[in-house]
């Protein structure tokens, strides 16, 4: 197995001590932090993604590699800056107003980030005007909201419907997804798209942002 393998490997096993390790090692073989993060550590959240697609690995699974993404992620981070690596572009996401649930977001947005996207996680009970205030102040490609309870469904189309009086909606795509949000609820709200589960919302990103 070569550096690259060893890494995705170990992203795969949830090893942050030896994802870091390696990383160092990469590193000092002078091997470019935009390597080891698209053929090391996303590479490996990428397998991550598809297994918990095909239900071959669950959510803890998911979160222990995700932490140990992040444990290469933390070394090379300063690395990419200076390099001005291109972001693959910009995803602004969060639960919307009045749910807490958080958990399916945090994967959601561990995916995107693992796979090359600048998430910027707004996190739980987020006010429709947060999320115009950040794709404003952020320039972002994506807006991604979460909700988890039919009550609280609702500040998706009205997000949007700010997002389209602020005069923004044509500038950024909008993806949906929870457990009670649904493909055509989606389509009646004019979101861009809806994803079932965290690797769709990857794709679903990727397509939207004309990658693949
Ligand atoms: Co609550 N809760 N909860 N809860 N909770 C549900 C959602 C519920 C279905 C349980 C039930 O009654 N059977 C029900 C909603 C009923 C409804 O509206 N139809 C419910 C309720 C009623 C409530 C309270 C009102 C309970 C009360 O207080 N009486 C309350 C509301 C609090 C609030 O938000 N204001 C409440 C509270 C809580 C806890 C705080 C205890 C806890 C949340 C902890 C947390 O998130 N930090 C909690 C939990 C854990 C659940 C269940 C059991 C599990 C949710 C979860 O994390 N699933 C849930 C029952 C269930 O869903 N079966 C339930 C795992 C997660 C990985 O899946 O979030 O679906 P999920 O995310 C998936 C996909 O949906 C998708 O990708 C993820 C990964 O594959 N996805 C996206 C999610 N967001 C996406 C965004 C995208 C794309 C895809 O693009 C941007």
Do not use: C, W
């Not at 009045?98 to 399916?104: A, M, N, P």
Request: charged share 25%; hydrophobic share 45%; no cysteine.
């Amino acid at each position: 197995m070569n550096i690259f393998e060893q890494i995705a490997d170990e992203v795969q096993q949830g090893n942050s001590d030896s994802v870091e390790v390696l990383t160092k090692k990469a590193l000092a073989e002078e091997i470019s932090a935009e390597d080891i993060l698209n053929n090391g550590l996303v590479a490996g959240m990428n397998i991550v993604s598809e297994k918990f697609k095909n239900n071959e690995i669950f959510i803890p699974e998911v979160l222990i590699s995700a932490k140990s993404m992040y444990s290469g992620l933390g070394i090379i981070k300063p690395l990419l800056a200076e390099s001005n690596v291109k972001s693959k572009g910009k995803v602004v996401i969060g639960t919307v107003k009045g749910d807490l649930h958080d958990i399916g977001k945090n994967i959601v947005a561990m995916l995107l980030q693992g796979a090359g996207f600048d998430v910027i996680d707004l996190g739980a009970d987020v006010p429709k005007e947060k999320f115009l205030e950040f794709v404003k102040k952020e320039r972002a490609d994506i807006v991604g909201m979460s909700a988890l309870l039919t009550t609280t469904m609702i500040y998706m189309k009205e997000t949007i419907d700010l997002l389209k009086n602020a005069g923004l909606r044509e500038n950024v795509k909008v993806i949906i997804g929870g457990a009670p949000v649904t493909e055509s609820y989606a389509d009646q709200i004019d979101a861009d798209g809806y994803a079932p589960d965290a690797a769709s919302a990857v794709d679903l990103t990727k397509k939207l942002l004309g990658e693949t």
